[in-house]
């Protein structure tokens, strides 16, 4: 079974720093997806971004990348110039490639706050 | 817009009554997912379904029960046997068969049984 691993339960950043949240997974699968949510304290869950396995270049959105090692199983999300509204928590999750299996397995989450 | 609802928004219920929490969704998703949320437990698959009248046991499913009758809605029941109720549930919607596209989430139900 799929897990996902996410070590850092509370983070902080002051506001316009860098930070970065870590996240490992363990599949014996070759190709999946790789996926982080943000859920701010409204609990409404957003997608923030997302990477495949068979894709090498890291994904950017914006403010956001990621760091994916996939020899080390190792999913790192970096927020660049991070914000007020980037306060939230930040869930890592696991998808597998195969068609009409979309289920996802979410990390515990780590809190992140921005100290203005 | 559209956009999945999840209704009430809190719900409280006395230990032993079976309760239902509404997901509909207007994004003409085929494949819909119950989650719950524990502090410090992240969220857990509890069931999903794929398609119309068909419907997969998740990682918890025990004391939980869906439907699909609709392709717009699946609720859940939480049942009597489910030993600890109170939690935030999740539902989610995707397309079927896009395992890339990003589940969309509606805004939840804080569920209190005392």
């Known amino acids: 079974a799929q897990t996902v691993t996410q070590s850092q339960p509370e983070m902080s950043v002051q506001e316009a720093e860098t930070v970065t949240l870590s996240c490992t997974y363990d599949t014996s699968e070759s190709d999946y997806y790789l996926f982080w949510y943000k859920q701010p304290p409204s609990r409404q869950m957003i997608l923030v971004i997302r990477?495949?396995?068979?894709?090498?270049q890291n994904a950017t959105e914006n403010r956001f990348s990621v760091n994916f090692q996939k020899a080390a199983k190792s999913f790192s999300l970096k927020i660049s110039d991070s914000q007020l509204g980037d306060a939230a928590m930040y869930f890592c999750a696991y998808r597998r490639r195969d068609f009409g299996n979309e289920k996802l397995t979410f990390g515990t989450g780590t809190r992140l706050t921005i100290i203005p | 817009d559209g956009g999945i609802t999840q209704s009430p928004k809190y719900l409280f219920r006395k230990e032993g009554q079976n309760v239902t929490l509404s997901c509909e969704q207007n994004l003409n998703h085929d494949a819909m997912y119950w989650y719950r949320q524990d502090p410090g437990q992240g969220l857990r698959l509890i069931y999903y379904s794929q398609i119309v009248n068909d419907f997969q046991k998740g990682d918890i499913a025990e004391g939980y029960s869906v439907s699909r009758e609709k392709k717009e809605s699946f609720p859940l029941t939480v049942t009597s046997a489910q030993k600890n109720p109170t939690a935030f549930y999740l539902c989610?919607?995707?397309?079927?068969?896009?395992?890339?596209?990003?589940?969309?989430f509606g805004p939840g139900t804080r569920l209190t049984v005392t």
């Open positions: 990477q495949e396995a068979y894709k090498q």
């Open positions: 989610a919607s995707s397309k079927y068969g896009t395992p890339a596209d990003e589940q969309y």
